[in-house]
């Protein structure tokens, strides 16, 4: 079975252009969630998806960042336009919808993409 | 507001040392905790999830442990593939992971 994949694997581009980033889940995970790191920092939540429904937003860090899972399979995460502080690595994560279970399901991690803001 | 302190921050061992790595947390509305595996370019693997203090998991050389305030990372008779980053997240509210910097191990042949 394929795992979460992303891509590209890696971009530079130019400060105020703009970037879209693209996750496509485990198949059948109705969460998504993308993660990021950047430099020095820790892996920090961004934003989490059930099927095509933002289910939690609260750490997008501005109106730069837009998320979309159109038909709640892949999702993109686009960056316009781009500052410098946006460089890091993002992270793409998917997990099963347990029914019937309140114990948080297993998040499987991407490889990322990493993002070099010029 | 959640912190999740990892140490130590590097950890270098001979093959065969076994050792402990800790996770410490202050985290609202915790439901739980993940420890990850990162090898260097690669994104966070999944090792392990612990739901309640007392539980304990174990895969090949590794134990994790949960109390109420902290996890433990056990290696026992490590090889040098055991070498990476080892990241612990406890889970908040719905699904959310916060994450602590990470303990990087060395396992030196």
Known sequence: EAGVTQFPSHSVIEKGQTVTLRCDPISGHDNLYWYRRVMGK?????LHFVKES???ESGMPNNRFLAERTGGTYSTLKVQPAELED????FCASSQVRGGSPLPDTQYFGPGTRLTVL | EDQVTQSPEALRLQE????????SYTVSGLRGLFWYRQDPGKGP???????SAGEEKEKERLKATL???ESF???????PEDSATYLCAPIQGAQKLVFGQGTRLTINP
Not at chain 2, 16 to 23: D, H, Q, T
């Open chain 2, 16 to 23: 065969g040392e076994s050792s402990s790595l800790n996770c």
């Open chain 1, 42 to 46: 820790e892996i920090k939540f961004l």
């Open chain 1, 87 to 90: 460089s890091g690595v993002y």
């Open chain 1, 54 to 56: 933002k289910q939690d």
């Open chain 2, 73 to 79: 990372l056990h290696i026992t008779a490590p090889k």
């Open chain 2, 45 to 51: 693997e999944f090792l392990f999830t612990l739901y």
């Open chain 2, 67 to 69: 109390t109420k305030k």
